[in-house]
Nanobody, 115 residues
Framework: QVQLVESGGGTVRPGGSLTLSCAGS????????MAWYRQAPGQERELVAS?????ATNYATSVRGRFTIFRDSDKIVLQMNSLKPEDTAVYYC???????????WGQGTQVTVSS
């Protein structure tokens, strides 16, 4: 059974920074694409950033230049800088196994940007 667990959410003032981490456990092996999504109240879930097995990254226009996705050992990290109130959302980690296309989601972590 695969589990993805996010950590690092919280409340920060505008202009501040937060670091989110996602760790996988269970039968989560092989080439994979990892991504962070977010969902604000009343809105659809949207892609924030993705990282392919080969290291290619992709960012939503709204976060480009402020957020960075990268691997740190066995974790996927989303470094968020210059946070804005509109970044407030529940952030989800998603892993997709490249061979089977199986998808796995974490439970989500709340990020609140407020003065």
């Amino acid at each position: 059974q695969v589990q993805l667990v996010e950590s690092g959410g919280g409340t920060v003032r505008p202009g501040g920074s937060l670091t989110l981490s996602c760790a996988g456990s269970g039968d989560f092996f092989g080439p994979r694409t990892m991504a962070w999504y977010r969902q604000a109240p009343g809105q659809e879930r949207e892609l924030v950033a993705s990282l392919s097995n080969g290291g290619a990254t992709n960012y939503a226009t709204s976060v480009r230049g402020r957020f960075t996705i990268f691997r740190d050992s066995d974790k996927i990290v989303l470094q968020m800088n210059s946070l804005k109130p509109e970044d407030t959302a529940v952030y989800y980690c998603k892993g997709t196994l490249d061979l089977s296309r199986a998808e796995f989601w974490g439970q989500g972590t709340q990020v609140t940007v407020s003065s």
